[in-house]
């Protein structure tokens, strides 16, 4: 594990010990001792699940650290300029905007008579970061309508009627972590969005299954994507490793609100003084 997910995970101990601390300083030796105990096996018992569920490392970027539910590889992206993204999903007719990071995985599916028990799964990251570092070159660029413009573009490709005053998308909050201490706490919305048609996965029309979170953190709009084969055909173990991994990645989140900006470049200094 690295030394910032060891120093994060001692940091919430130490929180916990402390507070149960200030709580039992009035209480007397043995009772007060009873309870850090169990305190303390109840925060490894968490660290535990939440360890076997997600990659020790975190992903790091734009100052997002996350962890990813375990298997999940990462799809590398373009090296020059003008080079073919293949994050972009090719199973989409329109580019994801603001797409920043994509992982796959393969999942266990109940299919009659198919040769092969596993197909792919995807989880995208989309956010407004790029757009506040295009900002310096295009003014005209709009940072705050990266949402607004993921759900246009997942819209037109589901066939849903697009997320306007007039017509809400009804999105579920989630309120995280649910029941622990630990880690700090956040809310978020995600909604499911049912495709009806097959996609070609693979050369394979396959029915698949999106889920949109959205999670803001001052001015930074944080958007997942995950596609997934459709609940009629993924194995319910798998289920649980897939929604289960993700709602504990959320729970560990961590999302810096600081807008990027690009560093300036000017001439070097050796810092020697005059």
């Known amino acids: 594990m690295s030394d910032k997910s060891s120093n994060f995970w001692t940091r919430g101990l130490l929180a916990v010990l402390a507070g149960i601390t200030g709580s039992t300083l009035v209480g007397c030796g043995s009772q007060a001792y009873e309870q850090r105990l169990a305190e303390t096996a109840k925060y490894y018992a968490y660290r535990q699940r939440v360890d076997s569920a997600l990659e020790l490392h975190a992903w790091q970027k734009y100052g997002i650290q996350m962890r990813l539910p375990k298997d999940f590889q990462e799809i590398p992206g373009p090296v020059e300029e003008d080079e073919h993204d293949g994050r972009q999903p090719d199973f989409l007719s329109r ?5 920043i990071g994509a992982w796959q995985t393969e999942v266990y599916v109940e299919i009659p008579e198919r040769e092969s028990p596993s197909m792919p799964a995807w989880i995208f990251l989309c956010t407004n970061h790029e757009r506040f570092l295009n900002l310096q070159i295009d003014p005209t660029d709009t940072p705050e309508l990266l949402l607004e413009d993921l759900s246009n573009a997942l819209a037109a490709e589901l066939r849903y009627e697009p997320d306007t005053a007039l017509n809400r998308w009804t999105y579920e909050e989630t309120r995280a ?23 070609n996965i693979n050369k394979e029309r396959v029915r698949m299954q999106f889920r949109l979170i959205r999670y803001y953190v001052d001015q930074i709009q944080f958007c997942l994507l995950t596609v997934v084969p459709h609940d009629e055909i993924l194995d319910r173990r798998d289920w649980r490793k897939v929604y289960n991994g993700i709602d504990l990645m959320m729970e560990n989140l961590v999302v810096s609100g600081e807008v990027p900006r690009k560093q300036l470049s000017g001439p070097a200094t050796s810092g020697a003084g005059i």
């Open 177 to 199: 972590p649910a029941g622990t201490p630990y880690v700090p706490k956040k809310t978020y919305e995600s909604i499911k969005l049912e495709d009806e048609n097959e996609r």
């Open 95 to 99: 580019p994801l905007p603001g797409l």
